[in-house]
């Protein structure tokens, strides 16, 4: 199953939740990750610089609402650091809980940063507050409605790797409400 540096099931699943990213970013995010292994560079480090660069796309875009290619560039760069911190933290083995949970966050309010910095560019720029009415719908949208929803192949796969092989059967039998 040696397709794109990916070497297990697990790993296949997990790219199937980044099907573009899967294309460039990953593989280069596993290169590099190869590379940074064996300094002290660890994943926390990344992560940080990740949320940095996120921060400052959207600061970039609060101050100078037109420069849309060096907040692209900036985004860009940490969703790369966003792909790389994982695969460092794999390959050096340092993976934990706290890892997890603080690339999440740091996910977040780098989303939010720049919804909010995109809104406000928008808003700007088209003399309206309509992108602000949009940016306040993302927020409600994914923190009210999505919060908590996962598709039937997570919830099996979690349940399975817990080893409750009694409810994945259970489950995989009256999930119909999920398709």
């Known amino acids: 199953m040696q397709t794109l540096g990916i070497t297990s099931a697990e790993e296949l699943a997990a790219a199937d939740r980044y099907p573009i990213s899967r294309w460039y970013a990953r593989p280069c995010a596993e290169v590099m990750a190869e590379l940074l292994s064996e300094t002290w560079v660890q994943p926390s480090h990344v992560t940080v ?26 985004v860009l760069m940490a969703w790369f650091c966003d792909r790389l911190d994982g695969s460092l933290a794999r390959r050096q083995r340092t993976a934990s809980a706290w890892g997890a949970w603080f690339d ?19 808003s700007l720029m088209s003399s309206s507050l309509w992108p602000w009415a949009f940016y306040g719908a993302f927020v409600f949208g994914k923190y009210q409605l999505m919060h908590g929803l996962s598709s039937e192949r997570d919830i099996v796969a979690r349940y399975a790797s817990e080893g409750a092989v009694e409810q994945v059967g259970k489950l995989q039998n009256h999930s119909s409400w999920l398709r």
């Open 104 to 122: 999440a966050n740091a996910d977040e309010v780098t989303d939010l940063g720049i919804h909010a910095a995109v809104a406000n560019a928008a």
């Open 49 to 74: 610089i990740g949320l940095l660069l996120g921060l400052s796309a959207a600061a970039t875009l609060v101050i100078w609402p037109s420069s849309l290619f060096i907040a692209a560039t900036l």
